[in-house]
């Protein structure tokens, strides 16, 4: 069986542990996969309305259709390949003796294909775990590359769009109060969705002046009030649990989460930024949506979010191998969410 066998390919990528992408599988858990090269999403925005009173006799009032919004878009493509050369066979690897044992071409072969995809898909995880971070910013997403602009707004309100200043920064211990803040946010965000956000990401700055805060701590200690308990607990991936906060009908996990990549000019970003906090519910439709394979060896349009490729080069003799994606990640209840600049 020749081992570059695309079926082969496609079980090995299964296969592939996943990379850090504790944002997607928290608020973005579902996904989708199309046949066409644009997607559509419904963008979601309930109104509580009230039925209308008719009498019996009268003729049933029309009730107009709204809440939704139906936008189409072409997901950003990424398409990176790296070559395997028979040079690579002569030399030993890392952490390899010198003499291995029954190391034989397909062997390394074998595991050569395995790293390059293993790295291949971690990298695109990491641009859509990325694509989450700017989404829940701000509601929006930009992907620019060799031929791709793509920009996406999925219409977070302005008002869940927050930067506090002056005496309202959390950094002001004197005149802040982040119970206050967190408390309305919360219930903007119920107001404006009907969801009730149960989760809080801080960046790293913003854990600091929370957790330091004296309003914060005085609660804390007060035994006549519930408000919750601080106690981190690092996780898996980064993240850390800080603890639970209840406080005037509010219940909220908090969480930090000590993720980076690198940028367009490779400078290393954190995936949250320090000075901002971020609400939000895992209980939403939100889902990444992966549009068509363009490849012919996928059968012209493949519903597939990784396509493994690989074709042999005859001078100078070398085989290539190739992943292909194209995924949006969707925030498709945006009043569900908010941003804040709270240092």
Same mark, same amino acid.
């Given at each position: 069986?020749?081992?570059?066998?695309?079926?082969?390919?496609?079980?090995?990528?299964?296969?592939?542990?996943?990379?850090?992408?504790?944002?997607?599988?928290?608020?973005?858990?579902?996904?989708?996969?199309?046949?066409?090269?644009?997607?559509?999403?419904?963008?979601?925005?309930?109104?509580? =309305?009230?039925?209308?009173?008719?009498?019996?006799?009268?003729?049933? +009032?029309?009730?107009?259709?709204?809440?939704?919004?139906?936008?189409?878009?072409?997901?950003?493509?990424? @398409?990176? =390949?790296?070559?395997?050369?028979?040079?690579?066979?002569?030399?030993?690897?890392?952490?390899?003796?010198?003499?291995?044992?029954?190391?034989?071409?397909?062997?390394?072969?074998?595991?050569?294909?395995?790293?390059?995809?293993?790295?291949?898909?971690?990298?695109?995880?990491?641009?859509?775990?990325?694509?989450?971070?700017?989404?829940?910013?701000?509601?929006?997403?930009?992907?620019?590359?060799?031929?791709?602009?793509?920009?996406?707004?999925?219409?977070?309100?302005?008002?869940? =769009?927050?930067?506090?200043?002056?005496?309202?920064?959390?950094?002001?211990?004197?005149?802040?109060?982040?119970?206050?803040?967190?408390?309305?946010?919360?219930?903007?965000?119920?107001?404006?969705?009907?969801?009730?956000?149960? =989760?809080?990401?801080?960046?790293?700055?913003? &854990?600091?002046?929370?957790?330091?805060?004296? +309003?914060? @701590?005085?609660?804390?200690?007060?035994?006549?009030?519930?408000?919750?308990?601080?106690?981190?607990?690092?996780?898996?991936?980064?993240?850390?649990?800080?603890?639970?906060?209840?406080?005037?009908?509010?219940?909220?996990?908090?969480?930090?989460?000590?993720?980076?990549?690198?940028? &367009?000019?490779?400078?290393?970003?954190?995936?949250?930024?320090?000075?901002?906090?971020?609400?939000?519910?895992?209980?939403?439709?939100? @889902?990444?949506?992966?549009?068509?394979?363009?490849?012919? +060896?996928?059968?012209?349009?493949?519903?597939? &979010?990784?396509?493994?490729?690989?074709?042999?080069?005859?001078?100078?003799?070398?085989?290539?191998?190739?992943?292909?994606?194209?995924?949006?990640? &969707?925030?498709?209840?945006?009043?569900?969410?908010?941003?804040?600049?709270?240092?």
């Amino acid at each position: 069986m020749n081992i570059y066998d695309t079926r082969t390919m496609m079980t090995a990528v299964r296969q592939l542990p996943p990379a850090n992408a504790w944002l997607l599988r928290t608020f973005f858990p579902g996904k989708k996969e199309f046949t066409t090269k644009h997607v559509d999403v419904d963008i979601i925005k309930g109104k509580r =309305k009230v039925g209308a009173y008719v009498s019996p006799i009268k003729e049933g +009032k029309v009730r107009t259709k709204e809440g939704m919004t139906t936008k189409s878009f072409e997901p950003p493509y990424l @398409k990176e =390949k790296e070559p395997i050369t028979p040079q690579e066979f002569f030399t030993r690897e890392a952490g390899n003796v010198i003499y291995a044992p029954g190391d034989g071409p397909n062997e390394r072969a074998q595991r050569e294909l395995g790293r390059i995809l293993g790295e291949l898909d971690t990298s695109y995880t990491r641009a859509e775990e990325v694509q989450a971070a700017s989404i829940l910013d701000g509601g929006t997403v930009v992907c620019t590359g060799d031929g791709i602009n793509v920009q996406v707004d999925f219409g977070m309100p302005a008002t869940h =769009k927050i930067t506090l200043t002056g005496t309202d920064l959390w950094t002001d211990t004197t005149n802040s109060d982040p119970l206050t803040d967190l408390v309305d946010w919360c219930n903007l965000v119920i107001k404006d969705s009907g969801i009730v956000p149960r =989760k809080a990401v801080l960046g790293l700055d913003v &854990a600091k002046a929370f957790v330091n805060h004296p +309003k914060v @701590k005085d609660v804390l200690n007060n035994r006549r009030i519930t408000m919750g308990q601080i106690d981190p607990q690092q996780l898996p991936e980064g993240v850390t649990y800080l603890g639970n906060v209840s406080h005037a009908g509010v219940a909220l996990d908090l969480f930090t989460y000590q993720e980076w990549y690198l940028d &367009a000019n490779e400078v290393e970003q954190p995936m949250v930024p320090a000075d901002k906090i971020w609400l939000g519910s895992s209980n939403t439709a939100n @889902k990444i949506l992966y549009g068509a394979i363009q490849d012919l +060896k996928a059968g012209g349009l493949a519903a597939v &979010a990784r396509f493994p490729k690989s074709w042999d080069q005859e001078d100078p003799s070398v085989r290539w191998v190739m992943l292909q994606s194209a995924p949006l990640v &969707a925030m498709l209840q945006p009043d569900a969410f908010l941003s804040a600049k709270a240092v």
